[in-house]
């Protein structure tokens, strides 16, 4: 049910952008209006998401210790698992940023005749999580190439490394095949696999599709059907100068391609998406497990009713006398 | 009870979940596999909310008309007051890889038993209730209202997970369901709906000082069956001491250790330990209790238990504390007593009266770990001990949930129990350290009536332990936690029979040698140590020279394991 | 609004923000100008009226030529075939030098204009020679 109804609703935006553009001549609307609205929300909406989290408090200091924590000097200490200092805390979360460390740990588990429970390393997801990632931010930046006058030289060396096996022209890009790999690979187990099938909802299907017809339009504009690139370098120039364009002849693909970008970025701060920002806020990661060392304040703690010791002494006093505890009051 | 047999048990387990999916699927609250509910005279006793008699079997749960407010205002503040909740209600992308991590879903294949499910409950009513998506959108965005039916679903699957955290460390995220099922148990609790089980002993806790509500006297006589005891076995006599003012260190240990064996023979390490170093320390009976089951019901009500512990150090004098051997009684000490209750400034940066160890790790809170104060000892050489008194044990160790990912103390427990035993063996990887599997009962489900939850639960832990049993005949599981102590016995006799089950100090005081001690036969149970009652008689008249003969076995033993 | 980790998260958001918008920052410091390739060569200029198109429509050279000229040399070099019959069915000589660059004797301002505006590098110059260029022909 969600698969189908996340697929057709990315079939209908492309239609839309289609008919949009195709039928009814509205480049600018499709290629200005929508993409500053789709900007606008997304780094509006990502902000205000990021700073709802950040009004709440962290009460507690409770990292996940995924490792032996600091001890005594002739313990071996797992300084990026179990962080003591803020310098290991940056260390552990770059891992989890930018290596999926946790996720690395992957098993899976299967209940054998025996009965016995086997655990078997399981690092496809990491894998294709990973190659999604990346390939996902190198494609991202080497588009920049469309919205800098001066093309930096970083993005001109991302461009070349992603194309460094110089097959075909335009070049093949690695990066193009990863994605589409990783996407295919991340939606078909989600598919397959009994478990992942059962817990998913359309909100895990439709950013997939999402990404993958940005990805397909994007592959098709570059190998097979060819689109007017200087022209769409105008349109991306004018709308960064706020002095948008809409050269002629670009094709209806880039429209439909920018549509659906568009339609992600203004997805991206209401969805599961923003895990993008909150994987820097997850307390149980960024926080060092070193309570017992330095005070951690919870801003909103209060004095709560208790039983004194006076209270228990005047309930157990005669009981304490017989057995010859010591009280306070005699 | 219907607890079925282990065969009948595992035949059950289907991993792959049926469909309609779990939104279409009603919950069944099934006999076994849930707790009786709390009791009106517990509920009132700590003034939590709607006290009244009820049965979580039956139709009416007896909560008042508003109760659906009630839950969604509950959700609205805490969403405000722990960031914890809310960006792990907003980032979860149902990757999968929780799914196959939990011991409940491993042990009875129920699919709401994944963590992300488990989270999922109370994430379609966060949707439903606080984001625009899920109020137009409904069931396409996740999002379902918040019923009856859905509130007693939150109620059987919050009180089967056990916030032992082994999917937090799986998650790219570290989305912890345990924080997501404790916040869980805050909003049951707002209608009086946790079981008798813990707010039973949470309102012991409150009034008595422990969990068992054990009054001074009983706590006295505890320990006095053990003096005796001790001093039967062993030739020793230990005096502790109670609610002493003055003395240099507070002790602190779980109340089980008090009453039920397993327990008690860590308890009687403990002692035996305590007293072989003369120790300047006491015991309370006020703070009596080093676990907090009031972590099982709310933040708030694991403060107002926590308290006693600086107080009553406070009141007695005492310079520092040392805290026994418990699973979530650490996790609390560690990563929130300071916290609430915080800080003592009354108190020393601990240091150890034997080793001159200075414990800066702790120098905030103040309160060490009795097994890092026993590897500082053994490290420093101040422990007489001869480990081949254990030869006859072939020993494993379960990382506690809690001390494991709550902590970080994993190598000092096996340090100590590798210099007190010969032949140790640990788990697979996969079911040990960072990555334990609970005992099946931890967070407060160690009941009675829920056997049939609990053995499921326990399966992952029990046939790792199995494992081992069969490669190494491992036929001792160590453990450094009250609940363990008491769940791992009756798991071990229901999947691996023939495993027993004991605390780390327990097996410490087995090996230790005491000063003048008699010719010691039998462990801390009244066993007899298989090797050591041989000579019994041969050597009744050379009693004098017993002292150094223990040294000799050890060598003896040593030579016959090496053989092997 | 009180903020936690405000000091941090903001920093955060900044970056991210600033990364975000910097094509906007630079683009309104430093627009560029749009590319204006010529085609105004001598030997552009010496044709007659009629004869003055590429050996395929324009269209399809401003969207296709790199794919265009990568079969071009396929056929030329892998397959020893130097003759092109184009879409009007006229035969056209296979050569970068003798047939585009004949026209197109402005490589700065013909070529290099969008290539640079791009920022893409064709590697056709690593083996065929630069054309040389008339002192302010162009």
Known sequence: MGLGFSLVAVLTLVLIALGGVGGANLQYLFGVIIPYAAIATFIVGFTLKVLGWAKVPVPFRIPTTSGQMKSFPWINH????????????????????????????????????????????????????????????????????????????????????????????????????????????????????????????????????????????????????????????????????????????????????????????MYFPFSKLMHMGGVFLSPTRNLANNNRRQRHENPWNYDVKVHTYEAYEDEFREKMKESGLPVEKE | MGTPKPEELIQKIDLTPQWPGWMDTPTEIKPGNFCWGAKAKDLDGIGFPNPREWNPGEEDWKLPENWKEIVIEGLRERLEKYRTLKVFMDICVRCGACADKCHFFLGSGDP???????????????????????????????????????????????????????????????????????I??????????????????????????????????AIMSSLEYMIDDIEEYTGVKVEPTFNRKGAEILFITPSGDLFAD????????????????????????????????????????????????????????????????????????N???????????????????????????????????????????????????????????TVTYHDSCNTARGMGFMDEPRYVINSVCNNFFDMPENTIREQTFCCGSGSGLNASENMDLRMKGGLPRANAVKYVNEKHGVNLLANICAIDRAALTSSMDYWVPGVAVAGVHELVANAMVFKGQGKRTVDLRGEDIPGMEEEEEAEEAAESIAVQEPQEEAAGAAGEEGSE | MKLYDGGKIITGLVIFVGLMLSPFILGMAKPGEKPDPKTDTPEIQEMEEKDRKCVEPKEFMRTSHMVFIDSWRDQALRDGDRVY????????????????????????????????YMAVKPYCWDCHIVPEEKEGGV
């Not at chain 1, 570059?222 to 709308?239: D, N, Q, S």
């Open chain 1, 78 to 265: 797992d300084k990026f698992d179990n962080p003591d200092t803020t310098g290991q805390v940056v260390g552990r979360m770059l891992l989890e940023v930018l290596l999926f460390r946790s996720l690395f740990r992957n098993t899976k588990t299967e209940l054998r005749d025996g009965p016995r429970l086997a655990y078997g390393s399981d690092k496809w997801l990491w894998l294709a999580g990973l190659a999604f990632h990346w390939s996902f931010l190198v494609i991202v930046l080497r588009h920049l190439r469309f919205f800098f006058a001066d093309v930096p030289v970083l993005v001109q060396a991302i461009e070349g490394l992603d194309g460094f096996l110089q097959v075909g022209a335009p070049l093949l890009y690695i990066t193009d095949v990863v994605i589409i790999s990783a996407v295919t690979y991340l939606f078909i187990r989600r598919v397959i696999i009994p478990q992942v099938r059962y817990i998913s909802l359309p909100a895990d299907y439709f950013p997939l599709f999402l990404i993958l017809g940005i990805a397909i339009t994007g592959v098709l504009m570059r190998y097979f059907i060819r689109i007017h690139v200087v022209g769409i370098k105008e349109l991306a120039m004018g709308l960064v100068t706020l002095k948008p364009v809409v050269p002629e002849g670009i094709g209806v693909l880039f429209y439909i391609h920018m549509f659906i970008v568009s339609t992600l970025r």
């Open chain 2, 112 to 182: 709401k038993n994944m963590p992300v499910l488990r989270a999922e409950l109370l994430r379609s009513i966060y949707r439903r209730e606080f984001t625009t998506a899920g109020k137009i959108l409904g069931k396409f965005a996740g999002a379902r209202e918040l019923t009856m039916d859905v509130f007693k679903e939150m109620w059987y699957y919050f009180f089967q997970c056990t916030e032992c955290r082994r999917c937090s460390v799986f998650c790219p995220f570290g989305i912890d369901t345990a924080e997501i099922t404790i």
């Open chain 2, 184 to 217: 869980g148990r805050e909003l049951l609790n707002l209608l009086g709906c946790n079981i008798a089980w813990i707010t039973g002993p949470v309102n012991n806790c409150y009034h008595k000082g422990n969990h068992l509500g054990l009054e001074p006297h």
């Open chain 2, 262 to 333: 397993p327990g008690t023979f860590t308890c009687m390490g403990y002692l035996l330990m305590f007293h072989e170093l003369g120790l300047d320390y006491t015991w309370s009976t006020y703070a009596s209790e080093g676990g907090n089951f009031g972590f099982f019901t709310t933040n708030e009500m694991a403060k107002r238990l926590n308290y006693k512990m600086y107080a009553e150090a406070k009141r007695l004098g005492v310079k520092w504390i040392i805290g026994g051997e418990c699973g979530h009684m650490w996790r609390v000490l």
């Open chain 2, 335 to 393: 990563q929130y007593m300071d916290t609430w209750n915080g800080p003592a400034d009354f108190l020393e940066v601990p240091v150890s009266p034997i080793t001159g160890t200075r414990f800066d790790n702790a120098k905030q809170l103040k309160m060490i770990h009795a097994v890092e104060f026993t590897a500082d000892l053994i490290k420093n050489n101040k422990l007489k001990l001869d480990p081949s008194r254990n030869d006859h044990l």
């Open chain 3, 85 to 116: 019959e184009n879409s009007e069915g006229k035969e056209i000589d296979i050569s970068l030098q003798n047939t585009c660059m004949k026209c197109h004797s402005n490589k700065k301002k013909f070529c290099d204009e969008c290539h640079n």
